[in-house]
């Protein structure tokens, strides 16, 4: 398996390491498939780690801390 640390991957390679892992997120209409996408932004700037992401992002889901609501889907 490929490093997928920002020092060994391309903003190509990372965008195409996020698309493939969240699969059709446009055609999921749950309000959040849009946040999912934005939440990765920083690894594929070359920002922040993806190992990172997941862990604050399973931090705060543990801790219950408070997160933005779904807008919803626009299609209701």
Known sequence: MKSLLIKDTTRAE???IVAESL?????????CAAGVAEMY??????????RD?????????ISGMEVPEKSGCPMQ
Do not use: F, T
């Open 23 to 31: 699969g059709n997120i446009s055609g999921a209409c749950d309000g």
């Open 41 to 50: 932004q920083d690894y594929i700037d070359g920002k922040k780690e993806i």
């Open 14 to 16: 990372r965008e195409a």
């Open 53 to 61: 992401i997941n862990m604050e992002y399973r931090a705060r889901y």
